[in-house]
């Protein structure tokens, strides 16, 4: 290699070793970063409290599931249940039939 080679050039021994500055992270990562280095029972405690997190999630969707799967009172009027009125019944006490 020659004296005239570009300024940014890099010695085929160090690539990749070069300094690189990472991007900041987030405040929620560095307090989670800095509470699982402080005591390590805080570690699992947060994955107990994640998985636990998931859980209720998991329940929520479940919930939500069951919700949207279930008849709505229009839907279950077609099915000649008692008490829900269809549309177009007239009311009995009216003299309409």
Known sequence: MTDDAHPESVPADEV???ER??????????????????VPEVKDTLV???????????AVID?????????????SAGRGEPGVAEP????????RA
């Open 63 to 75: 919930a939500a599931d069951r919700a949207c799967s279930s008849p709505t009172p229009t839907e």
């Open 21 to 38: 500055p990472l991007p900041p992270s987030s405040p929620l990562d560095a307090l989670i970063t800095e509470l699982v280095a402080i």
């Open 48 to 58: 107990s409290v994640v998985d636990a997190l998931l859980e209720v999630a998991g």
């Open 88 to 95: 177009g019944d007239a009311d009995p006490g009216d003299g």
């Open 16 to 18: 990749g070793s070069e």
